[in-house]
């Protein structure tokens, strides 16, 4: 167990609907990352917060929008759903503060189906 | 800009076989170094880490890889592959920064582990 939760675990949708996943990091990690996992696109970054605060953005669409909380959990919504979003949605956390280097811990992902 | 390349994008191994997952890294400053592993319908899991202390790096169920510079490589390897070990490897790349880190993640590596 990684210490970070994701909900809900699996999610079927129609296109054209909207779905927001959620993501609590381990107790204490400040930074949270999304990231997209598909068959044809691998391992996507999609978006890091910190401390409330976006800090980089990746492949993310406009389609898509995140935020983090001041109790830290991170929300992913997804709107105007296609079939090319189906894919698994991880969250990460990481531990370290600023000039330090740690590893991310990642929650068991989210698994989007858009029928 | 920072980047991972992974040779082979499925390797297959004997069990009780050398196991040795390639991975190649590009970055401007000096980088640290992870390694991953993503057993199915589950999220990543920390393999080993390298930053910047020793060049051979120990990791969880008897992976070990070697940070060489010179070759710009931290390739995986397991003397005797199990069974168990069968699943899809990622290498990854960061930096240090004021917020956190900018992970970069290569397209990974499947590994299957052939009786």
């Known amino acids: 167990d990684s210490g970070v939760t994701q909900t809900p675990k699996h999610l079927i949708t129609a296109t054209g609907q909207r779905v927001t996943l959620r993501c609590s990091p381990r107790s204490g990690d400040l930074s949270v990352y999304w990231y997209q996992q598909s068959l044809d696109q691998g391992l996507q970054f999609l978006i890091q917060y910190y401390n409330g605060e976006e800090r980089a953005k990746g492949n993310i669409l406009e389609r898509f929008s995140a935020q983090q909380f001041p109790d830290l959990h991170s929300e992913l919504n997804l709107s105007s759903l296609e079939l090319g979003d189906s894919a698994l949605y991880f969250c990460?956390?990481?531990?370290?503060?600023?000039?330090?280097?740690?590893?991310?811990?990642f929650g068991e992902g989210s698994r989007l189906t858009v029928l | 800009a920072q980047s991972v390349t992974q040779l082979g994008s499925h390797v297959s191994v004997s069990e009780g076989a050398l196991v040795l997952l390639r991975c190649n890294y590009s970055?401007?400053?000096?980088?640290?170094l992870f390694w991953y592993v993503q057993y199915p319908n589950q999220g990543l899991q920390l393999l080993l880490k390298y930053t910047s202390a020793a060049t051979l790096v120990k990791g969880i169920n008897g992976f070990e890889a070697e940070f060489k510079k010179s070759e710009t490589s931290f390739h995986l390897t397991k003397p005797s592959a199990h069974m168990s070990d069968a699943a899809e490897y990622f290498c990854?790349?960061?930096?240090?920064?004021?917020?956190?880190?900018?992970?970069?993640f290569g397209p990974g590596t499947r590994l299957s582990v052939l009786p």
């Open positions: 990854a790349v960061t930096r240090r920064d004021n917020y956190g880190q900018n992970f970069v």
């Open positions: 970055s401007s400053v000096p980088p640290y």
């Open positions: 990460a956390s990481s531990t370290k503060l600023a000039g330090e280097v740690g590893e991310l811990f």
